[in-house]
């Protein structure tokens, strides 16, 4: 385990005041290049300065796959993950075939990241059928975004198979920049950060999806929504996006302290913490979302629900 509770500090045995914490907590995050690595950077600077006895630390991590399995094992005390994933452990589904897990739960909604599929602008991969045996990077191997790719591509029954890369963010746009991939594949938050310093050097092309291939998507991976990029989010792309995206959620563990959990999820819904987070990365807009947790069958964690109800967030 790595969070370790040190001790319960009493102040003043007769005043019977509460224990504060001491702790140090671990927060999965994912590759460079992506929202995930700058919300658990920020979040863990905002908490250590901000909430009395914890230390927080962000671990670069492959993303939401290898954090799922962290966390379960116990090697993560936080963690960034998209809902999909989330969705395919609780069933024992896709690549959790042999390690389904009841074990995680929800502290916060942060964001709906669209995958990005991205090319040349001189490329000729215009639609998704012309990804057919091209080089293209779906994100590192354990990652949200590659998990979503494999899917995508499995959907879409590609007349010839995809040469897939397994990539991070950033590597991703320098190979593309540099010859060594066709396309590749990321699911962020807007702007993407590995998209934007790519767009700043080499003109782009982002492909769009069919409503009907969106629909016939969802109907494999619930959690999926249909997601837009707006034109102008890069430089070059001048027409809206049509693709798909997956909620962003903050997890941990079922056996996590609740009066850590409940501590953090109070300082997600103050307006210093969302600010401090939006000039980390201005997508970040955590809420409860009762609803997107029961459609994936991962409860709330109690320190989170407590935290909410107090603050009148839900009933």
């Known amino acids: 385990m790595t969070i370790r509770t040190l001790l319960a500090t009493l102040v003043g045995a007769t005043l019977c005041a509460p224990a504060a914490l001491a702790t140090d907590i671990v927060i999965g995050s994912s590759s460079p290049g992506g929202s995930?690595?700058?919300?658990?950077?920020?979040?863990?600077?905002y908490l250590t300065e901000n909430v009395e006895g914890v230390d927080a630390t962000a671990r670069t991590t492959r993303g939401?796959?290898?954090?799922v399995r962290l966390l379960?094992?116990?090697?993560?005390?936080?963690?960034?993950?998209?809902?999909?994933?989330?969705?395919?452990?609780?069933?024992?589904e896709f690549q959790f075939s042999d390690a389904q897990s009841d074990k995680i739960r929800g502290i916060a909604l942060i964001d709906l990241s669209p995958t990005h599929w991205v090319t040349s602008a001189d490329s000729p991969i215009e639609a998704?059928?012309?990804?057919?045996?091209?080089?293209?990077?779906?994100?590192?191997?354990?990652?949200g975004g590659a998990n979503?790719?494999?899917?995508?591509?499995?959907?879409?029954?590609?007349?010839?198979?995809?040469?897939?890369q397994n990539l991070g963010f950033s590597e991703s746009a320098n190979n593309l920049r540099d010859g060594n991939?066709?396309?590749?594949?990321?699911?962020?938050?807007?702007?993407?950060?590995?998209?934007?310093?790519?767009?700043?050097?080499?003109d782009i092309r982002l492909l769009t999806f069919d409503e009907a291939f969106l629909e016939k998507l969802q109907e494999r991976a619930p959690a999926m929504e249909r997601a837009v990029i707006p034109a102008g989010t890069y430089r070059g792309v001048d027409?809206?996006?049509i693709t798909m995206g997956n909620p962003s959620t903050?997890?941990?563990?079922?056996?996590?302290?609740?009066?850590?959990?409940?501590?953090?999820?109070?300082?997600?819904?103050?307006?210093?913490?969302?600010e401090y987070m939006r000039a980390v990365y201005n997508a970040w807009e955590p809420e409860p979302a009762p609803g997107l947790w029961k459609r994936i069958g991962v409860p709330l964690h109690p320190g989170a629900e407590r935290a909410y109800r107090e603050a009148g967030l839900i009933e």
């Open 250 to 274: 903050l997890i941990t563990r079922e056996d996590m302290d609740e009066e850590i959990v409940y501590q953090l999820a109070k300082a997600l819904i103050t307006d210093e913490n969302k």
């Open 148 to 164: 979503t790719a494999m899917m995508v591509l499995d959907t879409l029954e590609l007349p010839e198979p995809v040469q897939v």
């Open 128 to 143: 998704p059928v012309d990804l057919a045996g091209k080089r293209v990077s779906i994100g590192a191997a354990g990652s």
């Open 72 to 92: 379960d094992r116990g090697d993560l005390d936080f963690a960034f993950a998209n809902g999909t994933v989330l969705a395919q452990q609780k069933a024992g």
């Open 181 to 202: 991939l066709e396309a590749f594949a990321g699911g962020s938050a807007l702007p993407m950060p590995a998209v934007v310093d790519l767009s700043t050097t080499q």
């Open 239 to 241: 027409t809206d996006i």
């Open 64 to 67: 939401s796959v290898e954090n």
């Open 36 to 45: 995930y690595n700058l919300y658990a950077g920020g979040l863990a600077a």
